[in-house]
């Protein structure tokens, strides 16, 4: 499974931080990396940090399958980790409701 990290220009990227949030996607999702040929992470601020507090951190995350639909999922936080967090947990409700229910069919 490939992993890519998309910041926009408000969010320090790159580096640790990509690695970091890779191995954290590909920890949270390892049951499914048989199907999941690339997972795309976009992360936005859209005030720049200037409130404090605000749900303003955005993360919106794409999940290429093999063989099936691709799932996105997305959440808002007031930080840039809750935000990506949230979303892999939403990203993997969303695999597991999917494969289970392919199991039991």
């Known amino acids: ?3 890519r990290l998309n910041t926009d220009n408000h969010i320090d990227g790159g580096g640790r931080k990509d690695s970091y949030w ?3 996607a ?3 999702l390892k049951r499914f990396e048989d199907h999941i040929s690339a997972l795309e992470i976009h992360v936005a601020d859209h005030n720049s940090g200037s409130r404090q507090g ?3 951190k955005e993360c919106n995350i794409e999940a290429r399958l093999n063989g099936f639909a691709n799932h ?3 959440c808002k936080a007031d930080s840039v980790e809750k935000a ?3 979303a892999l947990d939403k990203m993997k ?3 597991e409701h999917t494969f289970d229910k392919i199991k039991t069919h």
């Open 1 to 3: 499974m490939q992993v």
């Open 22 to 24: 890779s191995e954290i």
């Open 26 to 28: 590909l920890e949270k």
């Open 54 to 56: 605000a749900l303003d």
């Open 72 to 74: 996105a999922t997305h």
């Open 84 to 86: 990506i967090s949230g």
């Open 93 to 95: 409700k969303a695999l």
